[in-house]
T-cell receptor, first 112, second 118 residues
């Protein structure tokens, strides 16, 4: 019940494409769903986050879609660029943050 | 600049030896965390601390120990009891309060320490 399942494990798109990364959770008490971006040799950094009272959140080229009834959420990257090549992690937590449970990660490669 | 500093960045250890990874933060965050990262497994929580002199086990605490004697510091010891210690270790901190460094609940990560057991 505490798991967050993320797919796909890896993804290759062409520049300008729209990669989509999906996550699913079981615990309906989760109330905070962030996405973190990690470049090689670095620690992850917060990219965008959503709470379950909204179905979509946009920040620049990054959009989270949230489906509460299906217990799923996804990250869309519009007009993807080679600089977006990184590993992306979804996560979930109780009590609006702090201790996070992470998905397995998706390694994204955006080809020029 | 405010942030989290982990050291050393790379560490090699012989089997049977304990090793301590350092984590220091100057963000004035109350909570600190240690995560382990392995390929294809995401980040798994080892230990976390919400206040000085108190800490709780995460999902994979066996073979690890921590201390939290100061707000700024949360060192992790990888003991010889840890069966498969070779991994990338990440320290993070967060605040539960609005304002200050970062949003409430946002984790700030260090750059990690890569431990290899020879």
């Amino acid at each position: 019940q505490q798991q967050v399942k993320q797919s796909p494990q890896s993804l290759i798109v062409q520049k300008g494409g729209i990669p989509i990364i999906n996550c699913a959770y079981e615990n309906t008490a989760f109330d905070y769903f962030p996405w973190y971006q990690q470049f090689p040799g670095k620690g992850p950094a917060l990219l965008i986050a959503i709470r379950p009272d909204v179905s979509e959140k946009k920040e620049g080229r990054f959009t989270i879609s949230f489906n509460k009834s299906a217990k799923q959420f996804s990250l869309h990257i519009m007009d993807s660029q080679p600089g977006d090549s990184a590993t992306y992690f979804c996560a979930a937590s109780l009590n609006q943050g702090g201790k996070l449970i992470f998905g397995q990660g998706t390694e994204l490669s955006v080809k020029p | 600049d405010g942030g989290i500093t982990q050291s050393p960045k790379y560490l090699f250890r012989k089997e049977g030896q304990n090793v301590t990874l350092s984590c220091e933060q100057n963000l004035n965050h109350d909570a600190m965390y240690w995560y382990r990262q392995d390929p294809g497994q995401g980040l798994r929580l080892i230990y976390y601390s919400q206040i000085v002199n108190d800490f709780q086990k995460g999902d994979i605490a066996e073979g690890y120990s921590v201390s939290r004697e100061k707000k700024e510091s949360f060192p992790l010891t990888v003991t010889s009891a840890q069966k498969n210690p070779t991994a990338f270790y990440l320290c993070a901190s967060s605040t539960h309060l609005a304002g200050g460094a970062g949003k409430a609940g946002e984790l700030f990560f260090g750059e990690g320490s890569r431990l290899t057991v020879l």
